[in-house]
């Protein structure tokens, strides 16, 4: 199950287990129900000592991704907590990019709907918070993305709905992904922050029609944006251009 394994020598080795695992996890290597293979086992395929085992499934079991049974052995039951430990850095291949943008295509219009049927004063206060926050980031790439990433925070917040706001943060560090392509020139940046500006006042004034309409056409305009970033290749470096060509024949239909 393990054929791929790469374990960091110059950090915590517990810790490299662990990030290893949730890689593994996101690309598909291991799914959910998957059991895993007896410690003395792990411990050779991953080259270290069975304490660094224990210790890794130790941090699994705190989180609730991993069930031990006696006379079952070691079951993955819940992959959601190892989103927020993945480095999604390494995941930027056009297929990938292509199913972030795509889930938020679906789940942002949702959320931003509700914000405006409950979004209370607070709310509202830290929606204009994170729009001034982004204003003053301009130019800034990394202060930008990670203001871009606490206003849809906010917006899930005002959700009212506690999983979607859970589920916003433990994808933030996959939404980063998405998000850093969309963010190469002042142009693009300017569109964005419009973009934000007009999610805000819809759910300022209550009107969910508007929000949804909004927060679609803000992230159809990061899909694009995304799509004709250069960075963005194919596994195996096939060429950028066939690369384009294939996410845009996937391209999430109108919601």
């Given at each position: 199950?393990?054929?791929?394994?790469?374990?960091t020598?110059n950090?915590?080795?517990?810790k490299?287990?662990?990030?290893?695992?949730a890689?593994?996890v996101?690309?598909?290597?291991?799914?959910?129900?998957?059991?895993?293979p007896?410690?003395?086992?792990l411990?050779?395929?991953?080259?270290?000592?069975?304490?660094?085992?224990?210790?890794?499934?130790?941090v699994?079991?705190?989180?609730?991704?991993?069930?031990a049974?006696?006379g079952?052995?070691?079951?993955?039951v819940?992959?959601?907590?190892?989103?927020?430990?993945?480095?999604?850095?390494?995941?930027t291949?056009?297929?990938?990019?292509?199913?972030?943008?795509?889930?938020?295509?679906?789940?942002?219009?949702?959320?931003?709907?509700?914000?405006?049927?409950?979004?209370?004063?607070?709310?509202i206060?830290?929606?204009?918070?994170?729009?001034?926050?982004?204003r003053?980031?301009?130019?800034?790439?990394?202060?930008?993305?990670q203001t871009?990433?606490?206003?849809?925070?906010?917006?899930?917040?005002?959700?009212?709905?506690?999983?979607?706001?859970?589920?916003?943060?433990?994808l933030r560090?996959?939404?980063f992904?998405?998000?850093?392509?969309?963010?190469?020139?002042?142009e693009?940046?300017?569109?964005?922050?419009?973009?934000?500006q007009?999610?805000?006042?819809?759910?300022?004034d209550?009107?969910?029609?508007?929000?949804?309409?909004?927060?679609?056409?803000?992230?159809?305009?990061?899909?694009k944006?995304?799509?004709?970033?250069?960075?963005?290749?194919?596994?195996?470096?096939?060429?950028?251009?066939?690369?384009?060509?294939?996410v845009?024949?996937?391209?999430p239909r109108?919601?």
């Amino acid at each position: 199950m393990l054929a791929k394994i790469s374990i960091t020598r110059n950090a915590s080795l517990s810790k490299s287990i662990v990030h290893e695992i949730a890689r593994l996890v996101a690309v598909g290597e291991i799914k959910t129900g998957d059991k895993f293979p007896p410690e003395s086992v792990l411990a050779e395929q991953m080259g270290v000592g069975r304490s660094s085992i224990r210790e890794a499934f130790r941090v699994f079991q705190i989180l609730g991704v991993t069930e031990a049974t006696p006379g079952r052995g070691t079951i993955l039951v819940n992959t959601a907590p190892l989103f927020a430990l993945t480095d999604w850095s390494a995941f930027t291949s056009t297929d990938l990019i292509n199913d972030i943008v795509e889930a938020r295509l679906a789940l942002e219009p949702l959320i931003a709907a509700m914000a405006a049927k409950r979004a209370d004063a607070d709310d509202i206060r830290r929606l204009a918070e994170a729009i001034e926050a982004g204003r003053k980031a301009f130019g800034d790439e990394a202060a930008s993305i990670q203001t871009s990433l606490d206003f849809h925070t906010a917006v899930a917040d005002a959700s009212g709905n506690q999983t979607l706001l859970l589920a916003t943060r433990l994808l933030r560090s996959l939404y980063f992904e998405s998000t850093r392509y969309s963010r190469r020139n002042p142009e693009s940046y300017e569109t964005l922050l419009e973009d934000h500006q007009e999610i805000f006042a819809a759910i300022r004034d209550h009107n969910p029609k508007a929000a949804m309409a909004a927060s679609e056409k803000h992230m159809r305009h990061g899909l694009k944006m995304v799509l004709d970033a250069p960075e963005v290749v194919t596994q195996g470096g096939k060429e950028k251009a066939a690369a384009g060509r294939k996410v845009r024949a996937r391209s999430p239909r109108k919601a």
